[in-house]
């Protein structure tokens, strides 16, 4: 069955460093997606970055970066240069291909960012 | 480029009461799904179409929820009776893609907050 674990409730990080949000799950589909989504406190959802279980690359858009180990079944997202505007909730998600296309979301971080 | 399209934005109503939300997608998406969220956890996949037919509802609560698409643009979501766990945000998203693939970009409204009494 599908799943998808984000372990860390809460994390802080100073402004300008990077920090990386952990995300690790669960398929026995070979082919599928994963998803970050950021959340601001308006609620709107917003796609930051995505990762293909056949990708050899890592994806990377603008300062995030998907850290993508197949093995350990581990799709750890990496902010560079965290801003003040990062402070949000983060949410992975994976969609399978087979599994009937449902996409399911780990219950969040929330990131804080401190000036 | 217009974004996904929600309505009401904040719903307070009494258990056993119904409830309708609407959604709009961007223009041309053929997808669309339709999340729960409950305060403190991610989204839950209720119900996704591919243009005005349903891929998959297996965790929409048949009983009591409903959906949708006719036309194959806007949706709507209804809830009879509504229950106090029904207390959630309701989102919508839609895509591009068709449903059929691992790769969905989708794009959220911002959604219904439904307050059950």
């Known amino acids: 069955a599908q799943k998808i674990t984000q372990t860390q409730p809460g994390m802080f990080v100073q402004e300008k460093e990077a920090v990386t949000l952990d995300c690790t799950y669960d398929t026995s589909d070979p082919s599928y997606g994963l998803f970050w989504y950021k959340q601001p406190s308006s609620g709107e959802m917003i796609f930051l970055i995505y990762?293909?279980?056949?990708?050899?690359q890592n994806a990377t858009e603008g300062r995030y970066s998907l850290n993508f180990q197949k093995a350990r079944k581990s799709a750890n997202l990496v902010i560079s240069a965290s801003q003040l505007g990062d402070s949000a909730m983060y949410f992975c998600a994976m969609r399978e291909v087979t599994g009937g296309f449902k996409t399911i979301f780990g219950a969040g971080t929330r990131l804080f960012v401190k000036a | 480029e217009a974004g996904v399209a929600q309505s009401p934005r904040y719903k307070i109503i009494e258990k056993r009461q119904s409830v309708a939300f609407w959604c709009n997608p961007i223009s041309g998406h053929a997808t669309l799904y339709w999340y729960q969220q409950i305060l403190g956890q991610g989204p839950k996949l209720l119900i996704q179409?591919?243009?005005?037919?349903?891929?998959?509802d297996s965790q929409l609560p048949k009983d009591r929820f409903s959906a949708e698409r006719l036309k194959g643009v806007d949706s709507t979501l209804k809830i009879q009776p509504a229950k106090l766990e029904d207390s959630a945000v309701y989102l919508c998203a839609s895509s591009f893609g068709l449903a059929y693939s691992s790769y969905n970009e989708q794009f959220f409204g911002p959604g219904t907050r439904l307050t059950v009494l």
């Open positions: 179409f591919q243009n005005n037919g349903v891929v998959d």
């Open positions: 990762q293909g279980s056949y990708d050899q």
